[in-house]
């Protein structure tokens, strides 16, 4: 089941932009229709049900890629594995609504709302969506990725028919919880693109394999539900800490600054798509020269990442100072910081394409993602009190940057750690001018560094490995190296 990975990640990339339009769209337009508060109460709901669906639905779908992917090599189909992965989400769904209801009354308790309403929404956002993700995933196994490239565009357009109930309630005076409307856009937006992928997948089931592929499945996930739930945590700790500390507005307004982030962030999920099932195939052939190739492309890709998100932190700057943002203006110091961090969570994305196709490196990858939400807990408590919601931003950036040094120590990244670690600071520093509110400062410096660190780069031939993915003609030779696109 060969595919090419670079134009596999080039059509993947086309389709996020397109997802990309509607995700501007929707930003755009919750500070015309949702206030901060309800807006924080809709990603208070949504965070606790992609946690629990993180630690109790999830965590096996790596281990059914894998699984998935090497029944390919085997018997030219995936019947066994999509069977075994079928009853673990059955099992796992009847533990997963005792605890979501228990979950879901605690959360309602907390924010003054119906338990059953949140409940409802709790238990239908994560049940959508982990049955979404598995038959994407399974079509995933195949190389066959045009539902993975269709369901952000699926989900957002779900999410904007919330924002126009919201708003046709308004116009008629309608009593209303924007927060669920939101919430119910979400789940039609997860419902239609699980239609999607199912209608797709072969639904060929071979049970009597399936203990066998279930045994192996949960063998190499088993340490995943605590590393899905802490990276599931460590995107929402921060907004449950400002609710906690300042107040569910402030929570709101968190929120907003972060969600506009996601629309730079939803860029790495197809990286990861396209390159982990070749990853797989290295690990599943030996093929120790191709995986040393594709860690020297990582750190290549970072690095010219890191050179460019001074530029990039800029442009979002200069933005945000020209946008009005009403009730959300508060947003524009954390978007601008948290921005900053894109590169971490860039290179850690690109690293995980190694550490999700070993079962050695899954396991320890588990003490590195659960420390680095001990790390964002312990300086969201030091700086929101301080200085509120741009300390939960720069807890956040700190975080992934603390993440990606142990992430690349652990899958040893060839190269110089110090310059990689000075390019991926860069826009950071340039960032955290904006708490002098000095745009001025944030242009002068963003643009000599990154002339700096291009004119380095460029010259000293570290990114080389990045621009032999870019199309003939682009910047690289017609041939790839080493034969491969």
Known sequence: ????????????????????????????????????????????????AQVLAAALLLWPNQGFLRQARQELHETGGLSGSLAARLALHLALSVLFIGVAIVASHMIADWLGLGRGIVAACVIGIALAQSTTEIGIMALQARARFETFNLAPIFQRAG???????????????????????????????????????????????????????????????WTLPATSMAAFVLAWVDIWLINAFVGIEAAGVYSFAYLATTLATAILAPVVAALLPRSIDHQIAGDSASETHSRERIASTVL???????????????????????????????????????????????????????ADLVRRYALVVIGMVAVNAALDVALIPLIGVEGAAIATVATYAFGMVAQWWLIRIPGRRLELLLYTM???????????DSLAAIVAAGLVATAALCLAGWSGGRFAPFLALLPAGAGRPSVAPNGES
Do not use: K
């Not at 856009?185 to 639904?203: C, D, E, F, K």
């Not at 009403?326 to 971490?344: E, H, K, N, Q, T």
């Open 1 to 48: 089941m060969s595919y090419d990975v670079a134009r596999t990640l080039r059509s993947t990339l086309l389709w996020r932009a397109a997802a990309l339009l509607l995700g501007v769209c929707f930003v755009a337009s919750v500070p015309l229709v949702v206030e901060p508060a309800e807006f924080g109460r809709f990603n208070v709901v949504f965070s606790a």
């Open 159 to 221: 999410q904007l028919c919330g924002l126009a109930a919201i708003a046709y309630a308004s116009a008629a005076d309608a009593a209303l919880h924007a927060w669920a409307l939101l919430a119910a856009g979400t789940i039609a937006g997860y419902l239609a693109s699980g239609i999607n992928a199912w209608t797709r997948v072969p639904v060929r089931l071979d049970w009597a394999s399936a203990g066998d592929r279930a045994r192996r499945i949960v063998g190499h996930s």
């Open 304 to 358: 010219v990442a890191g050179a460019l998100a001074p530029l990039a932190v800029v442009v979002v700057a200069a933005a945000l100072a020209a946008i009005p943002l009403g009730s959300y203006a508060a947003a524009r110091a954390p978007l601008v910081l948290l921005c900053a961090g894109i590169v971490f969570q860039l290179a850690m994305a690109l690293g995980e394409t190694v550490v999700y196709a070993r």
């Open 426 to 436: 860069a826009g950071f520093a340039t960032a955290t001018l904006v708490l002098y």
